[in-house]
């Protein structure tokens, strides 16, 4: 099993920055793709932002060049700075890795999904 942890969301102002983490931990032997996707109240869960295993990365077209996504392969973590925050971008952000891993004398890959951080941006 896969456990992903998320911190570093809360209260920021607009034109405000923050920066989320994501920890993966559990039993496994790779991550591929991870990501940052979030969900406004009455709205449908949408893509932030995606990196692959080699550092390839694409934003949803509301980024804009506000956020940079990252990962450290070593400490199986996805980061999300986010910088010029607006209203609009107050949602539950959630992390998502795709993990490969080893069961029954083969591999397989399965998604997970972290259990979502607040952010709120408001004066």
């Known amino acids: 099993q896969v456990q992903l942890v998320e911190s570093g969301g809360g209260l920021v102002q607009p034109g405000g920055s923050l920066r989320l983490s994501c920890a993966a931990s559990?039993?496994?032997?790779?991550?591929?793709?991870m990501a940052w996707y979030r969900q406004a109240p009455g709205k449908q869960r949408e893509l932030v932002a995606r990196?692959?295993?080699?550092?390839?990365?694409n934003y949803g077209e509301f980024v804009k060049g506000r956020f940079t996504i990252s990962r450290d392969n070593a400490k199986n973590t996805v980061y999300l700075q986010m910088n010029s925050l607006k209203p609009e971008d107050t949602a539950v952000f959630s992390c998502?890795?795709?993990?490969?891993?080893?069961?029954?004398?083969?591999?397989?890959?399965?998604?997970?999904w972290g259990q979502g951080t607040q952010v709120t941006v408001s004066s």
């Open positions: 998502y890795a795709h993990v490969l891993g080893w069961s029954g004398g083969k591999y397989r890959s399965d998604d997970y």
């Open positions: 559990g039993n496994f032997v790779g991550i591929n793709d």
């Open positions: 990196i692959t295993s080699r550092n390839t990365t």
